[in-house]
T-cell receptor, first 113, second 114 residues
Framework: DAGITQSPRHKVTETGTPVTLRCHQTENHRYMYWYRQDPGHGLRLIHY???????DKGEVSDGYSVSRSKTEDFLLTLESATSSQTSVYFCAINSDRSNEKLFFGSGTQLSVL | SQQGEEDPQALSIQEGENATMNCSYKTSINNLQWYRQNSGRGLVHLIL?????REKHSGRLRVTLDTSKKSSSLLITASRAADTASYFC??????????????FGKGTLLTVNP
């Protein structure tokens, strides 16, 4: 799917444990994004990156951290997972030169028990 | 808070009918985009309309934008069962010099019955 891979695809974890989700792109795009999708809320931006080591918060960033040490990888970490973080997480990248439309990964279904 | 709000939340039609979905937003925008999401998949970009455009077509899709009312509509003509999906509007309200990001609405679930 146009060079964007999310891993894992599914994860079940326990409350209080750390979790890291990975987004990998082969397109060399500058912008990468993490969204979460929940029923009744649509997609909400968690964090995004506009370059290596350059990141910023979205509207629902509490409880999440990110890192981007190289262009192709954008990691989302839940330092201490809570049940409210049960969600589907999507990574997205800019897909064309005008840097406007986003291309999405297939998502990670995370369940925190 | 979310920028875009789609209406209706759910829409069920028969194959061959037209489907219209609406999106309202709150602040001024640079562009507005529509995405489709099939069940269990990521979102796929459909069409983009800029703030200085009023209407745009792509195949069976027609998008309109009314910046005075802060609203947009997506029309799918001659719908097919394969059009069954959730549809989201997304807005770019980034200001000059700020980084690019999109804000999504909650989506409209379209069901096209054979």
């Amino acid at each position: 799917d146009a060079g964007i891979t999310q891993s894992p695809r599914h994860k079940v974890t326990e409350t209080g444990t750390p979790v890291t989700l990975r987004c990998h792109q082969t397109e060399n795009h500058r912008y990468m994004y993490w969204y979460r999708q929940d029923p009744g809320h649509g997609l909400r931006l968690i964090h995004y990156s506009y370059g290596v080591k350059d990141t910023d918060k979205g509207e629902v960033s509490d409880g999440y951290s990110v890192s981007r040490s190289k262009t192709e990888d954008f990691l989302l970490t839940l330092e201490s997972a809570t049940s409210s973080q049960t969600s589907v997480y999507f990574c997205a990248i800019n897909s064309d030169r005008s840097n406007e439309k986003l291309f999405f990964g297939s998502g990670t279904q995370l369940s925190v028990l | 808070s979310q920028q875009g709000e789609e209406d209706p939340q759910a829409l069920s039609i028969q194959e061959g009918e037209n489907a219209t979905m609406n999106c309202s937003y709150k602040t001024s925008i640079n562009n507005l985009q529509w995405y489709r999401q099939n069940s269990g998949r990521g979102l796929v970009h459909l069409i983009l309309i800029r703030s200085n455009e009023r209407e745009k077509h792509s195949g069976r899709l027609r998008v309109t934008l009314d910046t005075s009312k802060k609203s947009s509509s997506l029309l799918i003509t001659a719908s097919r069962a394969a059009d069954t999906a959730s549809y989201f509007c997304a807005t770019d309200d980034s200001r000059g010099g700020s980084n690019y990001k999109l804000t999504f609405g909650k989506g409209t679930l379209l069901t096209v019955n054979p």
